[in-house]
């Protein structure tokens, strides 16, 4: 089982990113699909997340309007668009899969990748 991210960098304040995560190992439309992010001396926050066909949608409150995530169920991929992005955005993004149905129980996780915002 995988799940790889990739996307995240430096970023200027008001910049956008999108970040990926590809999947592997396990029946990834199985599986409810979420964005965490953890910035320094914090805990680790859910952002976002969408459920197995993605027509269903979640975000932190301050998030809303600035960041969209989404799937390809075709490519085993999630994505977390972000706009706007403020200083306060600075933090490690980890992907996280949980499965439903059958396969309830089961939760994987990435490495995340770093997203910087600084002038």
């Known amino acids: 089982v995988q799940l790889v991210e990739s996307g995240g960098g430096l970023v200027q304040p008001g910049g956008s990113l999108r970040l990926s995560c590809v999947a592997s190992g396990f029946p990834f439309s199985s599986y409810g699909m979420r964005w965490y992010r953890q910035a320094p001396g914090k805990e680790r926050e859910l952002v976002a997340a969408v459920t197995v066909a993605g027509r269903s949608t979640t975000y932190l409150d301050s998030m809303k309007g600035r960041f969209t995530i989404s799937r390809d169920n075709a490519k085993n991929t999630v994505y977390l668009q972000m706009n706007s992005l403020t200083t306060e955005d600075t933090a490690v993004y980890y992907c996280?899969?949980?499965?439903?149905?059958?396969?309830?129980?089961?939760?994987?996780w990435g490495k995340g990748t770093l997203v910087t915002v600084s002038s």
């Open positions: 996280s899969a949980r499965g439903t149905g059958g396969y309830s129980g089961l939760d994987y």
